[in-house]
């Protein structure tokens, strides 16, 4: 079993900057691939960033230039830094990973509200 939690969101202004981060624990895991989604009202859930063991990087299109994810694998640790955060960022941030036994595993989420 996996436990996640997320820390960092917050309220900022459009242009501001945030940093999330993502702490695994558990006993006898083996992480693959982490990534953040984000939920905004009304809209389904979207991939944001991952990042895989070998530390390759996706974006989606929205972010790119403005997000990087990055791993700290002694500490089970993901981070994202989000600049030039925009209103259409605005949502329930989500870290999510998968085990190299296949299995998928949830944060409760962290709120990023950013204001015009």
């Known amino acids: 079993q996996v436990q996640l939690v997320e820390s960092g969101g917050g309220s900022v202004q459009t242009g501001g900057s945030l940093r999330l981060s993502c702490a695994a624990s558990?006993?006898?895991?083996?992480?693959?691939?982490m990534g953040w989604y984000r939920q905004a009202p009304g809209k389904q859930r979207e991939l944001v960033a991952s990042?895989?063991?070998?530390?390759?990087?996706d974006y989606a299109d929205s972010v790119k230039g403005r997000f990087t994810v990055w791993r700290e694998y002694d500490k089970n640790l993901m981070s994202l830094q989000m600049n030039s955060l925009k209103p259409e960022d605005t949502a329930v941030y989500y870290c999510?990973?998968?085990?190299?036994?296949?299995?998928?595993?949830w944060g409760k989420g962290t709120l990023v509200t950013v204001s015009s």
């Open positions: 558990g006993s006898g895991f083996s992480l693959n691939a």
């Open positions: 999510h990973v998968s085990t190299r036994s296949g299995v998928q595993y």
């Open positions: 990042i895989t063991s070998a530390s390759t990087t």
